[in-house]
Nanobody, 124 residues
Framework: QVRLVESGGGLVQAGGSLRLSCSAS????????MGWFRQRPGKEREFAAA????????YYGDAVKGRFTISPDKARNTVYLQMNDLKPEDTAVYYC?????????????????WGQGTQVTVSS
């Protein structure tokens, strides 16, 4: 069983930064990788970033590319999402997830375990 707990969300002004943490328990590093998704009010869940353990490959959604960085700390069993130059449209609940199915990096259905989410609000 895998348990994920996100933290680090909050209220920030446009142009500011936040770092989200996803603390994991269980066999996460035997998975294909981990990802961050977000869900904005009234919208479907959207891919933000992912890391694949094989080759340490990192992937980003178009809306966050160049501003967000995903990074792991295997010693702490934690994955971070550094978010810079935040915009009001980044306001969302951010979720981390673990992929044991390998169906696709950006596909939410590929991820088997999800955290409870952390709210990020960016004011203009």
């Amino acid at each position: 069983q895998v348990r994920l707990v996100e933290s680090g969300g909050g209220l920030v002004q446009a142009g500011g930064s936040l770092r989200l943490s996803c603390s994991a328990s269980g066999r996460t590093f035997s998975s294909y990788g981990m990802g961050w998704f977000r869900q904005r009010p009234g919208k479907e869940r959207e891919f933000a970033a992912a890391i694949r353990w094989s080759g340490d490959r990192r992937y980003y959604g178009d809306a966050v590319k160049g501003r967000f960085t995903i990074s792991p700390d295997k010693a702490r069993n934690t994955v971070y999402l550094q978010m810079n130059d935040l915009k009001p449209e980044d306001t969302a609940v951010y979720y981390c997830a673990v992929d044991f199915m390998g169906l696709g990096v950006t596909t939410a259905a590929s991820y088997d375990f999800w955290g409870q989410g952390t709210q990020v609000t960016v004011s203009s």
